[in-house]
Nanobody
Framework: QVQLVESGGGLVQPGGSLRLSCAAS????????MSWYRQAPGKQRELVAA???????KYADSVKGRFTISRDNAKNTVYLQMNSLKPEDTAVYYC????????????WGKGTLVTVSS
């Protein structure tokens, strides 16, 4: 099993930046594909970005060119750098670990809230 803890959320103005972190423990981090999902009020949870065990990345169309996912296997951490933030990026962001980037895995963090507002 793997435990996931997100951090780095907060309030930011439109056009600003945030970096989310997800620290993993309890298992071999490098063996997992890692993803970030988000859920806005009244909406379904959606994939934001994912990174495979071999560091191949994929992004939702809505964040391409603005967000960057990366991983540091030595630190058991996955990051989400978010630039040019928009109000529609407001959501709870969740970290996920699984075997593939095609679908979410079984392991979720508790989430971190990102609010983009002036």
């Amino acid at each position: 099993q793997v435990q996931l803890v997100e951090s780095g959320g907060g309030l930011v103005q439109p056009g600003g930046s945030l970096r989310l972190s997800c620290a993993a423990s309890g298992s071999i981090f490098s063996a997992y594909a890692m993803s970030w999902y988000r859920q806005a009020p009244g909406k379904q949870r959606e994939l934001v970005a994912a990174i495979s065990r071999g560091s191949v990345t994929k992004y939702a169309d809505s964040v391409k060119g603005r967000f960057t996912i990366s991983r540091d296997n030595a630190k058991n951490t996955v990051y989400l750098q978010m630039n040019s933030l928009k109000p529609e990026d407001t959501a709870v962001y969740y970290c996920n670990a699984g075997s593939t980037v095609v679908a979410p895995g079984n392991y979720w963090g508790k989430g971190t809230l990102v609010t983009v507002s002036s």
